[in-house]
């Protein structure tokens, strides 16, 4: 397999011009990393002329190399901008696809340069722009709208990497014995969280939870549809990383939403525009939802996938009781 490599410009010159994503008279000027990356090697590749973007999925997480993962990961991504690709509503919101490379796990795609991801939500200085979230709001009403199966079957199943995600979300976090001292976060964590980890009626209903994520439904989900995921450009805001994607239960993709818009502490009025903006609220079950919600706070405060959030220990412990409440209700 071709490895792609950001010291060897001149072997990954000739890998491109075979795969016809750089021209013949075209040269790599330079290959920089475009973001801090969990799962896939990135590169950005600038031709002097124009730049895009390579990505690989390997058998492990790139960010903790001794996490084991599926390698074809990336081609279910790929998949997926092939797939929203037909619906301008959806796509305007994307890069775009420019090849994918099923034998050495590789895609290509449009590079949404000057762009900024929506991590520094987690500062707590930044509140989220109404039509910022607006735009969120009429992404996800666009995917789960134009995308939806009337049989339910294996396309963009990506069961292997949902299970890895599954172990994540729903599982190690509420180990007693993890491996993983919270206290190397934040020095009180670890005997906040040890209550949670010991609640079994909480860890039922998160398990009932989990098995409904392991499900297949019929709305094509982002997956992962967090501030990380989200770019901030001249031309508005652009959504990245489909890689968890899946046909499944809307409400994943509005809980891990809603959760982070707890995790950042956005202003009230923000969660008001979530219901009024997403055009099938009403139908959805704000059990289940919420219920993602909660987990999904929890999981990032006492789970192994940390954000860089700038929050005490007496807000910690705040919000992993309502995250609680959410689950139970």
Not at 170 to 187: I, K, M
Request: net charge negative.
């Amino acid at each position: 397999m071709f490895i792609l490599n950001a010291s060897e410009p001149k072997e990954l010159a000739t890998y491109l011009q075979k795969q016809q994503w750089l021209g013949a008279e075209e040269t790599i000027l330079s290959l920089t990393k475009p973001g801090e990356g969990n799962m896939n090697y990135v590169l950005r590749v600038d031709t002097g002329t124009r730049t895009f973007i390579l990505k690989q999925s390997r058998a492990y997480v790139e960010k903790y190399p001794q996490v084991a993962a599926p390698e074809k990961r990336v081609i279910t991504e790929g998949a997926f901008y092939e797939k929203i690709s037909s619906k301008k509503t959806v796509q305007h919101y994307m890069p775009n696809l420019i090849g994918i490379d099923v034998e050495n796990n590789v895609i290509a795609l449009e590079d949404l340069s000057k762009a900024n991801d929506f991590t520094v939500l987690y500062d707590l200085k930044y509140q989220l722009k109404p039509e910022e979230l607006i735009q969120l709001i009429a992404y996800l009403n666009g995917l789960h709208a134009s995308f939806q199966k009337i049989i339910i079957d294996n396309e963009l199943a990506n069961l292997e990497l949902r299970k890895l995600n599954h172990e994540h979300i729903f599982h190690y976090p509420f180990l007693g014995d993890n491996g993983f001292d919270l206290n190397t976060v934040q020095e009180g964590l670890q005997e906040l969280a040890l209550p949670y980890k010991k609640d079994v009626r909480l860890k039922q209903q998160i398990s009932v939870l989990g098995a409904l994520y392991l499900s297949r439904g019929k709305y094509l989900l982002h997956g992962d549809f967090y501030p990380g995921s989200w770019l901030k450009t001249a031309d508005g805001i652009k959504i990245i990383d489909p890689e968890f994607c899946y046909y499944g239960s809307r409400e994943f993709d509005l809980g891990i939403l809603t959760a982070h818009l707890y995790l950042t502490q956005q202003d009230a009025t923000l969660h008001s525009i979530v219901v009024t903006e997403y055009e099938d609220y009403p139908e959805l079950n704000l059990d289940i939802m919420d219920g993602f919600t909660g987990v999904e706070i929890m999981r990032r405060l006492i789970g192994l996938a940390q954000l860089p959030l700038k929050m005490d220990l007496k807000t910690k412990k705040q919000l992993l009781k309502f995250a609680r409440t959410l689950i139970l209700k």
